[in-house]
């Protein structure tokens, strides 16, 4: 089986995706700058299914870090057949009031790391005409949202970067799926959230779900996938809603300071 490497694979998403391909029996890369967790997945994953696992400790919110990623899956002798580029972090909050170091890091994590990843290893399955890319994205990506703008927006350049990737390289055999999942129950999200409450009411989903949805979509070789119908019809209203309504909404939720009157 091809080896699979997996960004952001510690916990969440990431880590029930590492679990499907373990499943499958694809043998992994785990990436992820939390040394401790990331050690205990990779023995978690190797004592269950029996597969080759690297574990390799490496903050990707860097402008080199993906060419550095590439370097040592070649100085392993690794040869990536599916690339999962999964890890993300959210930060809420305006953009006037979030330190700059905040925003570098999530735009380097969610759009330079994936896409050096993608330029790099994708080279190698074209060459190969084979392979598998998994991107996620999220619905956020289809209506921008005060508070989460530069999540949003980097998600969304997910979304359109994952279509234009599909095209170029499906006529070379290499399939790339987005993954657009709603809210999933993470730690992606803080206090500000009661995630058992949101998972009772259905507006959150388990990300065992998402991955192995996410994972079916991958090796059937579709273009999006929305887990859930709940992430289904909230991204299709989040679309179809005036921006007047985002308006509404930034007034009205008390999220976010508003100037005193006067």
């Known amino acids: 089986m091809d080896w699979a490497l997996v960004t952001g694979a510690c916990s969440g998403i990431g880590l029930e995706l590492a679990r499907g391909l373990a499943k499958r029996g694809h043998p992994l890369v785990l990436v992820s700058n939390r040394e401790k967790e990331l050690a205990e997945a990779a023995a978690s994953l190797r004592a269950a299914h029996g597969v080759e696992v690297h574990a390799v400790v490496m903050d990707l919110a860097r402008a080199e870090a993906g060419p550095e990623l590439y370097a040592e899956a070649k100085a392993r002798g690794v040869e990536v057949g599916v690339l999962v580029n999964n890890a993300g972090i959210l930060h809420f909050g305006e953009v006037a009031e979030m330190p700059g170091a905040k925003v570098n ?14 330029r790099l290893f994708g080279a190698e399955m074209r060459e190969r ?4 890319i998994l991107i996620v994205s999220s619905i956020s990506a289809f209506r921008p949202y005060p508070g989460i703008a530069i999540y949003s927006a980097s998600k969304r350049y997910l979304f359109d970067f994952a279509d234009a990737l599909r095209h170029e390289l499906l006529p070379w055999g290499v399939n790339v799926t987005c993954l657009a999942p709603g809210a999933v ?7 500000r959230v009661d995630v058992n409450l949101a998972k009772k009411t259905g507006v959150m989903v388990e990300a065992a779900f998402v991955a192995d949805r996410a994972l079916t979509g991958l090796f059937e070789g579709r273009a999006l996938v929305v887990p859930g119908f709940g992430a ?5 209203l ?7 309504v985002v308006g509404v909404l930034r007034r009205r939720t008390g999220l976010l300071p508003m ?3 006067g």
């Open 129 to 132: 005409r084979r392979g598998q």
């Open 259 to 261: 100037p005193p009157p």
């Open 105 to 118: 890091a999530m735009l380097q994590l969610h759009a330079v790391t994936p896409t050096m990843l993608a």
């Open 185 to 191: 129950a993470t730690g992606l999200y803080d206090s």
């Open 238 to 244: 989040m679309q179809l809603a005036p921006g007047w």
């Open 232 to 236: 289904k019809l909230l991204g299709l």
